[in-house]
């Protein structure tokens, strides 16, 4: 395999890295870490044991995930945003039996000093906002913003907020891709 990576990067024997990618300063890949094709991983990054990064994802700098976590193809992570593993931390309790998966689907785009609490699925090209606070579950193309998030749109594939008609249709403003609003349930049709 060939890949990129920085020489104050750390990059733990027992991790698996794709062709193409790119490993920046001072970042730590751990052993059991599989990162797919064409990655960029910034700055200071911590990427655990066992986290699954598909390909061509952009890990912004001082971005920690942790193990638990599985980002498919195309995921954006902002800078500085965190997912936490187990739901309730104590330094003198050993719960690394406990943690929780975070599945973020294909496309979705995480958004600075965003944090997603462990065990909720971000839906495909879902957009968190910047600071947002992720306690639930967030469905495909759903926008959501807050602490704790909340709702307030959809998105097309193009991160562009999607307006739907009095029949359930929008348009995307970039793409002219189309999509429809069923059951509170976001599909492109074409």
Request: glycine share 12%; with cysteine.
């Amino acid at each position: 395999m060939s890949f990129f990576a920085h020489a104050t990067a750390v990059i733990d024997e027992g991790s698996i890295i794709g062709d193409g990618t790119k490993i920046w300063h001072f970042s730590h890949i751990m052993p059991g870490a599989i990162i797919g094709n064409n990655c960029n991983i910034g700055q200071n990054v911590v990427i655990s044991p066992s986290v699954v990064l598909g390909s061509n994802v952009k890990v912004q700098n001082n971005v920690s995930i942790y193990t638990g976590v599985i980002c498919e193809d195309d995921v954006f992570l902002g800078p500085s945003c965190v997912f936490t593993n187990v739901i309730n931390p104590r330094s003198a309790v050993n719960r690394k039996d406990q943690y929780r998966q975070t599945n973020v689907g294909r496309g979705a785009s995480i958004g600075a000093n965003a944090t997603i609490v462990c065990g909720h699925d971000i839906g495909a090209f879902a957009f968190i906002g910047a600071g947002a606070v992720v306690t639930k579950n967030v469905e495909p193309y759903a926008l959501v913003v807050g602490n704790p998030a909340k709702q307030v749109g959809w998105v097309s594939e193009y991160g562009q907020k999607l307006q739907f008609n009095a029949q359930g249709f929008a348009t995307c403003s970039e793409s002219g891709q189309e999509y429809t609003l069923q059951n509170n349930r976001v599909t492109r049709s074409k």
